[in-house]
């Protein structure tokens, strides 16, 4: 009732009053992005970190990072252990190290052969999926490449939490990938307005 006859009435307080307080308001705040946050626990292991927590749902649009993302191969370790990025994203390799360094990856089958220290290699991940990093001449080197098919990923840090921010409001599966894992799969809704945080635990 109010909303036809205000405008009439008074159009430029009708107009003000209906954005401020009345259905309109909430039409006009029902596209803004939320924000999901929480706490993954991960039992049995050292760490809450590296969990990799991704929002899927069917034809959601990725755009890959413009530039490749880093991975470092120091004190004969991959820095960061565990990295995501979309399809079509790339990650170089950078050998920090005094002595070559390899990669390679059984899921991924490629090999991009052995470099000496301070020279890198870029790689490119058409494909969604998990990718490890593996290198042949030293066998405890391992990292991981998760490529999400959504634009809406986190990675948990040491104390297990994450943050998604500008998730529009919808229906979303949750996933959760741990590299010792089996991981999880949740069904949640995201609405508009409502900030959602989820506290969630890893047991197998
Ligand atoms: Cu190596």
Not at 84 to 98: A, E, I, K, Y
Not at 113 to 137: A, E, K, M
Not at 166 to 188: A, C, I, S
């Amino acid at each position: 009732m109010r909303s036809t006859s205000l405008p009439t009435l008074l159009p430029t307080a009708g107009l003000v009053f209906l954005v401020a307080l009345g259905p309109a308001g909430t039409k006009a705040t029902a596209a803004l992005p939320v924000t999901v946050s929480g706490t993954v626990v991960v039992k049995g292991v050292k760490t809450n970190a590296d969990v990799v927590v991704t929002l899927e749902a069917p034809g959601l649009k990725t755009t890959p990072p413009a530039q490749p993302l880093p991975i470092d191969q120091k004190g004969f370790r991959f820095l960061p252990h565990v990295t995501v990025t979309v399809p079509g994203g790339s990650v170089r390799f950078l050998n920090n190290d005094p002595e070559p360094h390899n990669v390679y990856s059984p899921e991924g089958r490629y090999n991009l052969g052995t470099w000496p220290p301070q020279d890198t290699r870029d790689h490119r991940f058409d494909q969604p999926g998990v990718y490890s990093q593996l290198c042949n001449i030293h066998p405890d080197m391992l990292a991981f490449v998760v490529v999400a098919p959504t634009p809406y990923f986190a990675k948990t840090d040491a104390a297990g939490a994450f943050e998604i921010k500008g998730v529009p409001p919808g229906r979303y599966t949750l996933v959760l990938w741990h590299e010792k894992k089996d991981g999880l799969e949740q069904e949640v809704t995201v609405v508009a307005g409502k900030p959602l945080r989820l506290d969630l635990v890893l047991e197998k």
